[in-house]
């Protein structure tokens, strides 16, 4: 089976910077991806990591380690519109993707 | 540029009733699959298609059934709705020949079974 955990929700002030943490458990693993899913609307993809190390891309980065089974999604210089829910998705193999229930990230002013 | 449709929106059924969401891609993906979102539970897979012609179950397949004739369309049905089909159904895209695998979501369906 699959097991993919991160944190509920979070809470961070405009301008700061915010750690998101998913730890997995997975019968396969072809890569780790995080989307950004706004209420209300579909998720869009962020991020896709393979190999262990940090993948830089503008304000978010994504940091995958797999002998720990671990990840997180850094979010930099946080503005208002980054408030949404954060998905962390284990590629397992066979193209099929096993989601985390997601972390809602608000943030304040 | 389309992407990926569904309809309808949004939909109230009758339990019992048989109702087919619909999905169309225009990105030539081969694989496609339909989730279901529920509140605390994340995204979960209901089932795929790899290819055309082809189609798998996923974690929650039960009470569902889908078809694959084509590469753009993967309709999802539901034979006799309940209640616990009460959800947010999200139909996504891959092109299954790139490893990075990047799914591609469309709008969604809100379905409301009384």
């Known amino acids: 089976g699959q097991n993919i955990d991160q944190p509920t929700e979070m809470t961070a002030t405009e301008g700061a910077i915010v750690q998101i943490n998913c730890t997995y458990q997975?019968?396969?693993?072809?890569?780790l991806f995080w989307y950004q899913q706004h209420a209300g609307e579909a998720p869009t993809f962020l991020s896709y990591?393979?190999?262990?190390g940090l993948e830089e891309k503008g304000r978010f980065s994504s940091f995958l380690s797999r002998s720990k089974g671990y990840s997180y999604l850094l979010l930099k210089e946080l503005q208002m519109k980054d408030s949404a829910s954060y998905l962390c998705?284990?590629?397992?193999?066979?193209?099929?993707?096993?989601f985390g229930a997601g972390t809602t990230v608000t943030v304040r002013a | 540029i389309a992407g990926i449709t569904q309809a309808p929106t949004s939909q109230i059924l009758a339990a019992g009733r048989r109702m087919t969401l619909r999905c169309t891609q225009d990105?030539?993906?081969?694989?496609m699959y339909w989730y279901r979102q529920d509140l605390g539970l994340g995204l979960r897979l209901i089932h795929y298609s790899n290819t055309a012609g082809t189609t798998g179950k996923g974690e929650v397949p039960d009470g569902y059934s889908v078809s694959r004739a084509n590469t753009d369309d993967f309709p999802l049905t539901l034979a006799s709705a309940v209640p616990s089909q009460t959800s947010v159904y999200f139909c996504a895209s891959s092109d299954g020949t790139s490893g990075a695998n990047e799914q591609f979501f469309g709008p969604g369906t809100r379905l409301t079974v009384l």
């Open positions: 997975t019968s396969g693993f072809n890569g």
């Open positions: 990105m030539r993906h081969n694989a």
């Open positions: 998705a284990v590629n397992g193999g066979d193209y099929k993707l096993s």
């Open positions: 990591n393979v190999l262990d």
